[in-house]
């Protein structure tokens, strides 16, 4: 009683002592509504404090809290807060905190981890992938259920509960005495036991504190909580050491963190030793090839991995499932060898295994037989070869052509001609039947042709029925074999023109209609060319072929005189003479109405269009009509198969590849006084009659300072508009400029000695400076190279004229 009456004071001092934040919270009477979560840090501060300074702890005033009706969830989370807070440290110098797994339910465990190192000197020994994959690591799951087994001890925090009338429920450590401290029960001496015997032993304890657990009206639950870790031993692993691992650590956990044995380490007998006793031999073969982890035991504090180095090893290599080294142990034979390597492959020859052995002084070859499998002691150092089968067949043997099945077959003995052809399901209806073939290999590994009268073997005659052989090859040819292939040629006015096949009785009418019929050009005239035979050559008669001239009707693909065909036939289908569907040209611009006029006559001039339009519109430029003309992809495919000679970096065929149009230049003035000048050009189909508006600008681009277009004013020369741009930049080449004239003629600058002519500038004109050619600046040595010339030159004359 008087400890309560404790507890109860110093809860109200440190009630007393909160900030106005923690005051308001802890000083109702009613807690039930407390949010831990909307505690701030300073909250946190306060009461981590004042427990520091009275000396107790958020445990021992469990009760009061829950008295006030506090959660047991949100006393939890107000414990868990302050114990994480007070791990919180603003000294520099101390220790980084120990990093946990923690899991869903509470238990944690401190994190493990070993860097591994990839092993490339054992990576054939079988087995060290194991120790090499940092994804097999072996940890033990902390989301099992409390192991009953389990050994407690110092470090470990057992979860005592109390639930039913009475609720109680605290994370109490073991001490370093191996004792654990529950309140109002004692200390109660758990080291060295199971978690089994340590919950009846505290069940029985509580008991005699709390009534109701006595009476069956509360229950008692123990599991574990923060697992100890131990020290274990590691000797002749690839990373020798001590170990600080999890108490539920296991073997094999440990094995993986030292990397698994060394270069000359056991796998098949690493002792675990407790207590300076042997206490088991481990052989990883068994879980590597039957999944056995009898030998992954749990690990004690102080265990010491023992891996001495191995006895026996040998060698498998080539058709095996997995080929590597392996390690032997005394009485294994050559069949446990085969089950390590998982067995044979499937083009394995297994009859024989050859194995190079070692003696005292030099190798040895040794041949294993089958039979011999079971009995072979291996050998340490051993080397087995698995050779593959034979790229043959012991009992095969081919038939191909005309039969229903052509295959390979098995070949048995006193095997006939008429059998394989049964087995085959017969023959087709096109198999010739008057000769077969085999093709056969004999004695001296040559080939031979045996002819067979077929008719007469599947006839029944014995002596025509020969007996096979293995790896015979039966052909049975087709009469469809020695048929020549026929065609027929159609060409002209029909809609799928090309070769076809020919077929007996194939008329004039089955062509027509297989080709889809005539296009609406086809005329009357048909031609047929048709081949020559003769078995005597007539050097009077020049002719090659016979031409054979027919009429059709051509508004019907069924004629009324139905030719019959003959092989090699040629049928040409005529156009009609006179058969143009309409073709257009474009007029654009300023006329009264543009738009697609089509050619009236195939000699359709500028003029004749153009007045077809309407004739021009009194905004009309005169100068300014210009045609433009497609350019045919065969004409473009003419100029780039031209060598020009340009170098590898020129884009002049680029830009011939980019024109679409060239443009022809109309002097409209000159053709309305004469319909005869050359301007008035004849039109073709496609062409583009342009007619500018009348635009009293001049254009100025290309390397000026300012491209522009400048008002037309007569009289002004060529040399006025480029200053009217401010003149040409840095780059600009002026005495190659050129002017574009609205119908696209051009003109350029000419020099005359000392005389330059500029071209006359016209309405709607474009001037274009270009781009001075980059040159190219003389070194310094070959500056040096004249002067050498020109001084060698001058002592010459000097010397000449002494």
Sequence with gaps: MKKIIYVLTLFFVLLVSFNASAQDILKSRDLSTLKVDDLTDGDLANISAQLKSNNTTIEQVEAMALSKGMSQVEYDKLKMRLNGYSGK??????????QVNKVGFGRQQEKIVNEKIKDTDNNLIFGSDLFDNPTLNFEPDLKLATPMNYILGPGDELQISVYGIQEYNSSIPVSVEGKVSIQYVGQIFVSGMTVEAATQKIKAAIAKVYSTVRSGQSQVSVSLGKIRTIKVTIVGGKQPGNYSISSLATVYNALHLAGGPGKNGSYRNIELIRNNKIFRNIDIYRFLVKGDQSDNVGLRDNDVIRIPAYSQRVTVQGEVKRPGIFEMKKGETFSDLLNFASGFNELAYTASINVVQKTGKEFKVQDINESDFATYSPKSGDVFTVTKILNRFENRIKIEGAVFRPDYYSFTEGMKISDLITRAEGLKEDAYSKRARIIRLKSDLTTEIVNIDLSAALSGDLNADIELRREDIVTIYSILDFREEYKVTIDGEVKKPGVYEYYENLTLNDLIIQVGGLTGSASKRVEIARMVKSDSINDGDPKRIELVQLEITTDNNEQIKNFLLKPFDVINIRRVAVYEKPKMVIVSGAVTYPGKYVLASKVEKVYDIVMRAGGLTSIANLEG??????????????????????????????????????????????????????????????????????????????????????????????????????????????????????????????????????????????????????????STGEWVSIGSVITSLALLIVTAFK
């Design 89 to 98: 440290s603003d000294n520099t110098n101390d220790k980084p905190e120990i």
């Design 625 to 778: 009509m210009k045609i433009k003309r497609p350019i045919k992809q065969e004409e473009i495919d003419r100029l780039e198969s031209i060598d020009l000679n340009l170098a590898k970096n020129d884009s002049l065929k680029e830009k011939l590849a980019s024109i679409k149009f060239s443009t022809i230049p109309i002097n409209w003035e000159k053709i309305v006084k004469d319909k005869d000048h050359y301007s008035n050009v004849t039109l073709f189909p496609g062409d583009e009659i342009e007619v500018a508006l009348y635009n009293e600008g001049v254009k100025v681009t290309g390397n000026v300072l300012l491209t522009s277009e400048i008002p037309y004013r007569s009289g002004k020369g060529f040399r006025y508009y480029i200053d009217a741009v401010g003149g040409v930049n840095n780059k600009g080449w002026k005495r190659k400029a050129y002017i574009i004239y609205p119908n696209g003629k051009a003109d350029v600058t000419k020099s005359f000695l000392f005389f330059r002519t500029y071209p006359t500038v016209e309405p709607d004109s474009q001037i274009v400076v270009p781009e001075k050619p980059v040159a190219k600046k003389m």
